[in-house]
Protein backbone atom coordinates (compact mmCIF):
# COMPACT_ATOMS: atom_id res chain seq x y z
CA UNK A 1 0.00 0.00 0.00
CA UNK A 2 1.39 3.63 -0.97
CA UNK A 3 -0.44 6.70 0.54
CA UNK A 4 0.52 9.96 -1.15
CA UNK A 5 0.06 13.06 1.29
CA UNK A 6 -0.33 16.39 -0.01
CA UNK A 7 -1.98 19.94 0.75
CA UNK A 8 0.02 21.33 2.73
CA UNK A 9 1.64 24.73 2.74
CA UNK A 10 2.09 28.16 3.95
CA UNK A 11 -0.69 29.83 5.90
CA UNK A 12 -0.81 32.89 8.21
CA UNK A 13 -2.11 31.96 11.95
CA UNK A 14 -5.84 31.79 12.07
CA UNK A 15 -5.82 30.76 8.34
CA UNK A 16 -7.05 26.82 7.13
CA UNK A 17 -5.54 24.02 5.26
CA UNK A 18 -7.09 20.67 4.62
CA UNK A 19 -4.44 18.28 3.60
CA UNK A 20 -5.17 14.99 1.77
CA UNK A 21 -3.92 11.53 1.56
CA UNK A 22 -4.70 8.86 -1.32
CA UNK A 23 -3.81 5.34 -0.90
CA UNK A 24 -3.10 3.28 -4.01
CA UNK A 25 -5.21 0.38 -2.67
CA UNK A 26 -8.96 -0.04 -2.49
CA UNK A 27 -7.56 -2.22 0.89
CA UNK A 28 -7.31 0.97 3.42
CA UNK A 29 -11.11 1.36 2.92
CA UNK A 30 -11.05 -1.71 5.96
CA UNK A 31 -8.31 -0.04 7.81
CA UNK A 32 -8.49 3.11 10.43
CA UNK A 33 -6.54 5.67 9.28
CA UNK A 34 -4.35 8.42 11.31
CA UNK A 35 -2.71 11.39 10.89
CA UNK A 36 0.60 12.45 13.07
CA UNK A 37 2.82 15.39 12.58
CA UNK A 38 6.76 15.53 13.54
CA UNK A 39 7.83 18.94 14.20
CA UNK A 40 12.19 19.54 13.76
CA UNK A 41 13.47 17.99 17.12
CA UNK A 42 10.53 16.49 18.71
CA UNK A 43 8.81 13.02 18.22
CA UNK A 44 6.36 12.17 15.71
CA UNK A 45 2.69 12.74 17.63
CA UNK A 46 -0.54 11.08 16.87
CA UNK A 47 -2.99 14.43 15.63
CA UNK A 48 -6.44 12.05 14.47
CA UNK A 49 -7.66 9.13 13.09
CA UNK A 50 -10.65 7.63 11.86
CA UNK A 51 -12.33 4.35 12.10
CA UNK A 52 -12.64 2.32 8.76
CA UNK A 53 -16.36 3.38 8.59
CA UNK A 54 -15.95 7.08 9.59
CA UNK A 55 -18.08 6.89 12.27
CA UNK A 56 -15.39 7.17 15.04
CA UNK A 57 -12.69 9.75 15.15
CA UNK A 58 -10.26 10.69 17.71
CA UNK A 59 -8.16 13.78 18.20
CA UNK A 60 -5.23 14.82 20.20
CA UNK A 61 -6.33 17.51 22.59
CA UNK A 62 -4.14 20.19 21.18
CA UNK A 63 -6.10 20.10 17.84
CA UNK A 64 -9.70 19.06 19.39
CA UNK A 65 -12.08 21.22 17.91
CA UNK A 66 -9.98 22.61 15.18
CA UNK A 67 -9.49 20.02 12.96
CA UNK A 68 -11.36 17.38 11.74
CA UNK A 69 -10.51 14.07 9.63
CA UNK A 70 -13.10 12.46 7.28
CA UNK A 71 -12.56 10.14 4.90
CA UNK A 72 -14.06 8.94 1.35
CA UNK A 73 -13.32 5.03 0.91
CA UNK A 74 -14.87 5.49 -2.97
CA UNK A 75 -11.60 7.50 -3.47
CA UNK A 76 -9.58 5.45 -1.16
CA UNK A 77 -9.09 9.27 0.42
CA UNK A 78 -8.84 10.35 3.78
CA UNK A 79 -8.41 14.45 4.41
CA UNK A 80 -7.68 16.25 7.58
CA UNK A 81 -9.36 19.57 7.20
CA UNK A 82 -7.32 22.22 9.75
CA UNK A 83 -8.68 25.26 10.84
CA UNK A 84 -7.81 27.99 13.33
CA UNK A 85 -4.27 26.87 12.68
CA UNK A 86 -1.40 28.22 15.38
CA UNK A 87 2.24 28.20 14.79
CA UNK A 88 2.40 25.71 17.04
CA UNK A 89 0.56 23.43 14.55
CA UNK A 90 3.64 23.88 12.00
CA UNK A 91 5.46 20.37 11.01
CA UNK A 92 5.23 17.54 8.94
CA UNK A 93 2.11 16.25 8.63
CA UNK A 94 2.61 12.15 8.35
CA UNK A 95 -1.14 9.88 7.16
CA UNK A 96 -0.77 6.23 8.11
CA UNK A 97 -3.09 3.61 7.46
CA UNK A 98 -3.65 1.42 10.53
CA UNK A 99 -3.61 -2.70 11.30
CA UNK A 100 -7.21 -2.52 11.79
CA UNK A 101 -10.24 -1.06 11.65
CA UNK A 102 -10.11 1.23 14.76
CA UNK A 103 -8.71 4.18 14.95
CA UNK A 104 -5.34 4.73 17.80
CA UNK A 105 -3.19 7.24 18.71
CA UNK A 106 -0.36 5.10 19.08
CA UNK A 107 2.30 4.63 15.84
CA UNK A 108 2.84 0.79 16.71
CA UNK A 109 -0.59 0.45 15.31
CA UNK A 110 -0.01 1.67 11.96
CA UNK A 111 1.74 -0.09 9.35
CA UNK A 112 1.77 1.89 6.18
CA UNK A 113 2.87 5.63 6.28
CA UNK A 114 2.98 8.20 3.55
CA UNK A 115 5.76 10.50 2.95
CA UNK A 116 4.74 13.39 4.84
CA UNK A 117 3.55 17.06 3.80
CA UNK A 118 5.07 20.29 4.94
CA UNK A 119 2.55 23.14 6.98
CA UNK A 120 3.82 25.69 7.95
CA UNK A 121 2.21 28.45 10.19
CA UNK A 122 3.56 32.14 10.14
CA UNK A 123 2.38 34.32 12.90
Known sequence: VQLQ???GGLVQAGGSLRLSCAASRRTVS???MGWFRQAPGKER?????ISWRG???QYADSVKGRFTIFRDNA???VYLQMDSLKPEDAAVYYCAAARGSIGSSYRENYNYW???TQVTVSS
Open 55 to 57: SNT
Open 5 to 7: ASG
Open 45 to 49: EFVAA
Open 114 to 116: GQG
Open 30 to 32: NNA
Open 75 to 77: KNT
